[in-house]
């Protein structure tokens, strides 16, 4: 594959780098809130949620979820309330392109959520954003007035009878408030721990009401497809993974950031070594994780792989929310395994017992392996711990801290051999 | 304190807000922004404004990071120390702060003035290491950059409201 991306232009980061950009008013100039009109004037519910599906949109946030059969999950006959979340947590490390959609351009988020609200005759949302990004949170309840003022929100919206209040929450630090389930127990004023499902939130969400949770890059390819519509949507990406998706780069790399492109049209090798420069000076790269830090690594000579959903995956990875990192040799094996294990044992909700007791037990272990402390006995409790942990929680995070150790384990055995002492033969 | 000031404010998120349980969370930070952390006092006029006790709000603000219950320092230094940040030298931001400040993570400076946490991702790759300095975000952090920023800070010239 060869890289031939000339013609291609940002979809969703058309404005980076403009702060200019994201007035109402410039937004406006650049054909905003058109798709809105169009849903709100000439498209039923039905049609909207269609359009939606055959674009074949799938989640931004990590999962992947086909976004027009999520919709069409709520009960829209039923009298009771329905939410959208905008989920603006963007908590996974190496993680920033929905913080320069919101930079760039927040009137798209609206748009988006205001297009999703119409499908499913939902009349208030929230968007969770993250405590960290506070410069960002100002930059939306900005935006959001705006809408306000100028009639795209509240009553008789652009001159129809549809309604809709949005608010915007500031998070408060904790990664798990990601988790749909916990931004959702957050937004009920309690601590961020993931609930049990079934029910699942379209059904039985916030205050207990049909409640759609959106990634903020999910919403914000809304208005497009509503525009353009699916056809158009789908001239970008393979046919599994439709659409564009940003990358955000970083780690050893001479030129981080986010880069958008058409899914799966082009390598992490292409990626890493011609869009991100290659490694920083004079190091050489060890493995990179292709979807944040909740997707197991890869090494260099499996780097030969288009970025899409089912690619990563057949790779027993992810794309995750498109956070790539890459590992140089300028540090340990061990010391980046212990870092991303800190991560987890750090943000574990501590509601199961193989998350809460399994990760600071591996942070230990590999703490003390970093020392030169450790022994073969660790290296097999390394192993037993994992294993305890895989399958076994009621969250995606503890998995994932053992499923990504587990492939630090298996890409670099000797790293860790290396690391144990030798095994002392009593001497009488 | 302006206590009046702090009830109005609490007073007006709780209006923003469907439900009050709604509003706890960006109450919690109203009351963040006035002392630097969740003062007892604060904590009460939260209670009495939304009508949920104190116990209960103890218990969901202990799960959130943002959240003290003793005094940081006025300014208060949250260094990544995530992958991309720690290739980049954040392990050296932390112990530059431990030699400069003389405190460990987590104490405050005798004269208020600093505390500091290690920190994980807060969404800035791009532009490693980065550190949070209260809400407002520094980028590209050498120990220079810490040792002006702490000059600057001690001659009460630190501007903390630039946004992106
Ligand atoms: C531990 C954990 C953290 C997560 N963090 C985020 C996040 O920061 N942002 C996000 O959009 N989704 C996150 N997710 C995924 C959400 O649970 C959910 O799938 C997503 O918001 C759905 O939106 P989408 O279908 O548009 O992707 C996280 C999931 C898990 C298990
Ligand atoms: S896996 Fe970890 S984060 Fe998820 S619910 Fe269990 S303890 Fe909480
Ligand atoms: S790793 Fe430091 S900002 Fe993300």
Redesign the pocket.
Known sequence: MTLDLKDFQPVLLRNQGKPEARSLQAYLEQGGYQALRKALFEMSEDDIIQEVMASGL????????P?GL?WSFVPRESVRPKYI?V??????PG?FK?RDIVRFDPHLVIEGTLIAARAVLSEESFIYV?AEYYAEYQILKKAVEEAYAQGYLGKNILGSHFRHEMHVFLGAGA?????????LESLEGKQGQ?RLRPPYPAVAGLYSCPTI???????ANVPFIIQHGSQWFRQYGTEQSPGTKIFSVSGSVKRPGNYEFPMGSLTLRQLLEEVAGGPLEGRKWIAAFPGGL?APILTPDEWDIPLDFESLAQAKTMLG?GAVIALDDSMPVVTYARRMIQFFAH?SCGKCTPCREGTPWLLQILQKLERGEGTRHDLELLQRVTHGIRGQTL???GD?AAAVLQSFMNKFPEAFERLVQPTTVATS | MDLKDLRQRIERVKAMFPKAHTALIQALHEVRWTYGYLHPEGIRLVSEVLGIGEGEIRDVASFYQYFKFTPLGKYHFRICTNITCMIHGAYDLMAHLKNRLGIEPGQVTEDGLFSYEEFECIGCGDRPPAILINDTRVEGVTTDTLDDLIERAKKGDLDLSTNP
């Open positions: 799938r989640g931004r946030g990590g999962a992947g979820f976004t999520k979340v989920n603006f947590d963007e908590g996974e993680t929905d993250r990664y798990i408030c990601g988790e749909e389930t916990a931004l993931p949770v959106n990634n903020v890059e999910t919403l909740s929310s943000e969250c995606p995070l994932s």
